[in-house]
């Protein structure tokens, strides 16, 4: 072959070489832009919630704010799509009781979370994640793979107090005044059918000692009390759900050895990989206990090694 003819072969190749990498680039920032375009599409219609009003002028007013976080370092960064509602509302609700105050802002709470829902359907948004979400529950966007999580937090708030619903979960907090109420309810459609205070429930069914799978929130119900530190991992809220764990510890004393106790969020079924169950942040599970006996030995607890 002449050295004219290996000359066209080259340019050929590197012809079809650019067209390819140019075709994908073409491709990637077409479907960042419309990745891009559906949030901001998501995030216009969001602030259509700040006009929702109720007809017995309970509500005020309402603040939406949004944090689409796009950084971070690390295969455990997630891309967060963080909603945050702030609804303040009439004194008239400070008069209450707190059951009433549960069955009456309930329903706004149900109201606010359909229309979340809606803005991520009419922006597109919800269409397009499904579209690009691949079998593991991550977006390809920026050259990356991040999982996009629907995450959102509704307060309501009067001059005094805030209130706020979590699974099953009804809180009533004094700002300032060290901790909230918190209330167990079921719903049976529109009808509240049960409500009644947690401290008291969880005390009665508390375990004696800590054990590998309780959940959180029973912890400070065991024989140690309350934990000398408590403290979340770095970035805690910025990371993927299986990356996130929270610490507690306990000094010895007179009654109890030195206990160390991880809790983490992604609770595993069986050791198949895909069988877990992701939970709330503020009530995972006792993955590991690490504690010292009567006569100073050390022994750990791993949640892997019992189920």
């Known amino acids: 072959m002449s050295y004219k003819g290996k000359k066209i072969i080259v340019f050929i190749v590197i012809t079809i070489v650019v067209v390819f990498i140019s075709v994908r680039m073409i491709k990637s920032a ?19 919630i700040e006009s929702y009003r109720d007809a017995d002028g309970i509500i ?5 704010n949004t944090d689409f976080y796009d950084s971070g370092d690390g295969e455990y960064y997630t891309q967060v799509d963080w909603v945050d509602i702030t609804v303040s509302v009439s004194n008239d609700v400070e008069h209450m009781s707190d059951q009433n105050k549960c069955d009456l ?7 606010i979370e359909d229309m979340l829902q809606e803005a991520r359907e009419q922006s597109g948004y919800e269409q397009i994640i499904n579209d690009n979400e691949t079998s593991s529950g991550y977006v390809k966007y920026k050259g990356r793979y991040a ?3 629907n995450d959102y937090n509704i307060d309501f708030v009067s001059s005094n107090y805030e209130y706020a619903f979590y699974p099953n979960h009804f809180y009533v907090t004094k700002p300032n005044m060290g901790g909230s109420t918190e209330y167990s309810y079921t719903f049976e459609g529109d009808t509240l059918v049960y409500f009644n205070d947690t401290e008291s429930e969880k005390k009665k069914i508390g375990p004696e000692l800590p054990y590998v799978g309780m959940r959180e929130e029973y912890l400070e119900y065991t024989s140690l009390g309350k934990a000398d530190s408590v403290e979340k991992c770095k970035d805690f809220y910025k990371l993927q759900t299986r990356a996130q764990y929270t610490t507690y510890e306990w000094e ?9 106790i991880t809790v983490r969020y992604r609770m595993h079924r069986s050791h198949k990989v895909d069988d877990y169950v992701d939970l709330p942040t503020s009530n995972g599970y006792v993955s590991s206990i690490t504690y010292t006996d009567e006569n100073g030995q050390m022994h750990t607890e791993n949640y892997v090694d019992t189920y």
């Open 147 to 149: 999982a996009v999580q």
């Open 30 to 48: 077409i479907h960042d832009k419309s990745f891009a375009d559906a949030r901001d599409a998501y995030r216009g219609v969001l602030n259509e």
């Open 60 to 64: 005020k007013s309402i603040e939406v």
């Open 252 to 260: 010895r004393t007179d009654e109890h050895g030195w206990y160390k």
């Open 105 to 111: 802002l309930h329903s706004y709470q149900v109201d």
